[in-house]
Structures are given as structure tokens and as C-alpha cells.
């Protein structure tokens, strides 16, 4: 039967491709400790809705009741919080237009899927055996007869309803986008030319860096003009910019000379320890390994000392003092292959009678397949495979140490029992558990307080301008860095454990200094420099890039100017150049050798006549002229396969560009990252 649990698991695969899962782990505590008093922020807009905390939360809740998910670590939390801003999207954007499309799932459609007659992800995931890869309706009978008694398989066929319509009408979606893409008869005739003619000749040309920029005078209208003229190449998303300084937190010679004396001392105690295990649990350095190594696993001193029943350390190594002692040694074959039959934790009775039955030589790999509860290894008759001994722990590592070929063990741990067949057993060696303590080489708390009190006197003296804050960082031999967040980023590249200085961005005002972040090991303090809510990058900032090709216009007009001649070679004597050769140019080009990337040059060449003097063609990095010499035609693609390849092509654009487009034409503000 599909429990209601398994049901959740499965769903995280199926939400992750359709309308995502949920957003932050932290989330939970925002509601009642940021100090909203009543008022309900905006953390977005989607198509002119305005998404408020309050909505962004439930669904957050909604998401995270339905699939049972725990978010772990900040790159989880991050996957989350797009998920659920990309079901918002769905909700708002996806489902209303296409509504408006007339997208139906009609309920014959619905119970197609239900039934595995059309197929379904959402079903599939959900009910598919595990076992055989197949579809299993009768689980799904078994599931609705257990949501008749239970509202929560209730409502979680409700919900994977809703999940598969909303991939069915997807994927009509998608559908009509791929039926409406068309490759027409004379582009497919260009295809099959553009793919089996190669062109070769020569060519001269002059590069715009070997032209002088004092040549020329660049205005302020010739740097508009252009802007205003290509407007649409500046198009930007609103972002923020700061100034960081970091306050390294690294350990002083003192400190140095303390951990060193302190490791000593340890090593002298840990060496004449009794209780090896009660010593080491006692240290909060201590740490005990849970399964055991052979010398080949260890380094050469390591094993030398500890094989032999002596201590290891105290020495210093990768950056900490480290020392080890034995706590138990066994003798146990080097590799084991094994097989398996796992039960719940509660059929001990069943355990016991099925060990009896194992060892007066019943067949074990049919027994596994009959009765164990893993179904990963099941369907394969138990098989675990050939593992090193020190992959076993705890109970396993107990049982297995003096285990022998054709050996049966019955092993409980956890909420599971597990029967055992050793088929393969190496030769006994020495394996040894071992336990250690470690010393990081890291700051004392009076080198942490003291480096915490200069970002403080920094703090204070950055604050006013950023001049201020120049001049503070100067004073306190610390370099200012500079980082832009994008409307929507969660933190700061190249800064690790920077979450909580991308969202003090997000609500601070231009000039504004932070408090002292903590990052990493590290201390952290920023001041905002600029907010950039335009649509389109301002000129100002811009200016060098579009002075640059400003440049390069002025020095196209100017190298054109004095190209004389009726021959290439005239022509490449007035433009100070040689003529070159060039060979196997092809319209799908991306290079040309010795010239480079020039993707004008390409279609020049590609579309032009033997024996016929052509340019100049204004490139990315010069001016060009060339004469096709010779076109060789070989049939690398034909009329039908140009067809199919490009009609693949075509569609498959289309329906990568699809949502994107979508969500642009939605013009969505993502303004999360002040709250979380």
C-alpha cells in the first residue's frame, strides 16, 4: 500500500519539476520577530499582483505540511526559495493565461492519467513500483480507499491532482508552442548550402587597435547618440551596490605558542590515560572514529606508531596539532561481499524463523526477495555487494569482524533487523579504532575580541561618506571590496556566509554603514554605495563601454577613409597589411584562423561569389577585404536530414525560450531579499 508518508517522499520529485517545493528554513521566526506590528511588506510582484509576507508564508507552510521537507544547509534553503517563488508564478502568470488560452484537462484526461493509459510524472512518481519500474494501479486503489478514512490522503490526492493537471496542461502549453514552429523550404535550402559549401581565398584587413584613440575626440553627444540608439543593449536588472571590508580573524605568534604548549600538555596526559575512550569523550577536541582502519589507510607515521600500540603525536598537520591512540583493535578480513535481508524492527519472530530456515541451507536470495522491506536490493536477491570492512560501524562492524565465507548473522540496529550472508571473506588482517584530538590552529578569544574592537573603531569612523569609509579602511590597513546584488541574490559572490549581509542590503539606504557581521571566521562591515532601480543602465555608468564603441565606429570611418585600390593587394598596401589566406570557412563557422572570432566576416565570405573582390566588412576587432577563391561543395547533409535537424532545432528554442519569455511579458519584481 502507498502510505501517505511515501506519497509525501515522492512528491518532492514531482514538485521540483512542475511548481517547486518551499523557501527558507528561518522563515518560521520572521513572522513574529521582525517587528511588523500588523503591517503585511510586499516581498514581490508578479503580473501586477503584489505578493505580501503574509501569502509568501502560508505557501511556504502550505508546500512544506504537503511534502514533508526539512531544509538542511543554505544551498538547500536557496533551491527551496526559488521553488516556491516559481509555484507563486504559476498561480499568477501560468495558470490564469492558460485559462485564457482555453487550456483544458477534461475528466476523461484526468482519469487517463489515474489509470497509467496517458502517462502522468505526478502519478508516475507517486505510484510507480519500485521494484519492476511499472505503474501499479492497484496501489493507487489502495491509496484512495486509505483517503476515504484519512483527510490527509485526502488532501494529498487532491493536491497530486492539482500537480498532474497542471503538468498536463503544461505540456499542451508546450505543445502549441512546438506546433507552431515551422522550417520553411528556402531555409532549409540555405541549411543544406550553408552546411556542404566551404569557402577559401584571401584577405586583408587593419584592427582598430593598431589606430591610435588620441586620434580622436569623443563628445558627450557622441556618447548619447549611441546610447540612446542601442538602448536595448543596457537593459539591467535593479540591483544594489556596497562596499565591504573584511577584518581577517587569523592567530597571533601568542596564540600560536599557547596551542602548541596546550597540545603538549594534553599529549602528555592523553598518553597516560587509562581510559582511552573516557579521555577522549571528556575533551571537547576529542573525537572517537567509528569504524576501523588497516595501516594501508593511515600514513606511514600514523600506522608505524599506532600498529605498534604507541601514540601518535602530538604533530602538527594541516593546520592543527593532532595526536591518536588506539581504542580497540580487531582482526578482520580486508573485504567482504555480502548479502542481505532487511525487516522492520518489530518482526523480530519472523527474523528468527527465517534465520533458522537460512542456515539448514534455505535459498537465501529468493528469501530476500520474498520478504525484505528494502526494495532497493530486494529485487536482486539481497545483493550488497564486495565492501571494505572498515565501511562497517557499530553493530555490523561487532558481527562481521570474525565473519567467514557461507556465515549467516542476524544484526539489529536501529528500527531495523537485517540478516546477513557473508559469500566473500578476505583474509583476516589488523584493523584498529581509533581515537583523536585535534587542536585548530584559530584565534584565541582575546585575539577575536581584539580584532572584533578594530571593526568596531572602523564601524565608527566609516560612517558619513564614502569617502569616510575610504579613509577608514585606509587607517585600519584594510582594502575595500566591491560587490553588486542583483534584485533577487541571496548573497554576496565570493563571500561565503554572506546571507545575512545581502538581506542588511536589501533594507539599508544609500550610505548607510552595517554593523559587525560575522562571516565565516571573519569580520565583516559594509557600507551601501548605490541603489539601481532603472530599467536600463544609465549612461554614466556605462560610458566606458559605450565610449569603446564609439571608438570603434570612429576608427571604422577613418581606416575606410584610406582604403584605395582595385586589387586586394592595393588594397592591403594602403591599410599598412599583407594579404592572408584563409581556407574551410563554412557558414556555421565560429573562427577563422588568423583572423579569430568574426562572425560578420563569416557571412560575408559565406554569402559571396567566386572571384569577386568584397568589403569592407566592419568587424568586432578590425576592418576586413577578401576575395573568395575557390567554393568546394561536398554533400555532408542532405535536403530531408536538414529538415529534421532544423525543425528540431527550432522547436526546441522555442520551447527553451517559452516560460522566459513568459515571465519578462510578466514583469516580476523579486524583492525577497530584504526579509530573508
Known sequence: ???????????????????????????????????????????????????????????????????????????????????????????????????????????????????????????????????????????????LTQAETNPQAAQAWAQLNEQARLERVAQKFFGLVKGGVYVNSLEVAQGVEGANKS???????????????????????????????????????????????????????DDLLALEKQAAEVGREFAAAEDVKAFVRANRNGKIAESYVTSAQLTDEEGKALMAGEMYGPVLKNNEWTMARVLDAKMAPDTLGIRHIVLPYTQETLADSLLTVL????????????????????????????????????????????????????????DAIQLIQVYRADKPTKHIQVASITYPLEASAATRRDIHNQAGSFMVNAKGSSEAFANAASEAAVTPRVATLAQGDRTIRGLEDSRDVARWAYGAETGDVSEIFTVGKDYVV????????????????????????????????????????????????????????????????????????????????????????????KGMSGVYVFEVGDVQTEEKQTTEGEKVRAQAMAEGMAQQFAYPAIQQMAQIQDLRGKYF
Open 1 to 143: 500500500m502507498a502510505s501517505l508518508n511515501t506519497l509525501r517522499t515522492k512528491f518532492g520529485v514531482v514538485l521540483s519539476i512542475i511548481i517547486g517545493l518551499a523557501l527558507l528554513a528561518f522563515i518560521l521566526s520572521l513572522k513574529t520577530e521582525m517587528g511588523f506590528s500588523g503591517n503585511d511588506p510586499r516581498v514581490g510582484v508578479i503580473d501586477g499582483e503584489k505578493i505580501n509576507y503574509s501569502e509568501y508564508y502560508d505557501e511556504y507552510e502550505r508546500i512544506k505540511a504537503q511534502n514533508n521537507v526539512q531544509e538542511s544547509d543554505e544551498q538547500q534553503s536557496a533551491m527551496l526559495a526559488n521553488a516556491v517563488w516559481q509555484s507563486l508564478i504559476s498561480r499568477y502568470v501560468l495558470t490564469p493565461g492558460f485559462d485564457r488560452m482555453g487550456l483544458r484537462v477534461t475528466d476523461p484526461e484526468r482519469m487517463a492519467m489515474v489509470s497509467g493509459q496517458q502517462p502522468s510524472q505526478a502519478f508516475y512518481s507517486a505510484f510507480a513500483d519500485p521494484r519492476t519500474g511499472q505503474y501499479d494501479v492497484d496501489a493507487v486503489s489502495q491509496f
Open 199 to 253: 569557402f577559401s581565398g584571401k584577405w586583408a584587413g587593419k584592427k582598430y587597435s593598431s589606430v591610435p584613440d588620441s586620434l580622436f575626440t569623443v563628445s558627450s553627444g557622441d556618447l548619447k547618440s549611441y546610447y540612446n540608439s542601442h538602448k536595448d543593449q543596457f537593459k539591467q536588472t535593479p540591483s544594489r551596490t556596497l562596499s565591504y571590508v573584511v577584518f581577517e580573524v587569523s592567530p597571533t605568534d
Open 359 to 414: 542456515k539448514n541451507g534455505g535459498d537465501f536470495a529468493a528469501t530476500a526477495s520474498q520478504y525484505s522491506v528494502y526494495d532497493a536490493t530486494a529485487a536482486n536477491g539481497g545483493e550488497v555487494g564486495v565492501m571494505p570492512f572498515s565501511a562497517f560501524t557499530g553493530e555490523f562492524a561487532e558481527a562481521l569482524a570474525g565473519a567467514k565465507k557461507g556465515d549467516i548473522v542476524k544484526i539489529a540496529a536501529g
Open 526 to 617: 559594509a557600507m551601501l554605495t548605490e541603489i539601481d532601480d532603472n530599467d536600463y543602465a544609465p549612461l554614466e555608468k556605462v560610458a566606458s563601454q559605450v565610449r569603446a564603441q564609439v571608438l570603434r565606429d570612429k576608427k571604422y570611418d577613418y581606416i575606410v577613409k584610406d582604403l584605395a585600390g582595385s586589387t586586394l593587394d592595393e588594397q592591403a598596401k594602403s591599410l599598412g597589411s599583407e594579404v592572408g589566406n584563409f581556407s574551410g570557412v563554412t557558414f556555421g563557422s565560429f573562427y577563422i584562423d588568423g583572423i579569430g572570432m568574426e562572425p560578420r566576416l563569416v557571412g560575408a565570405i559565406t554569402s559571396s561569389e567566386k572571384g569577386v573582390q568584397a568589403g569592407p566588412v
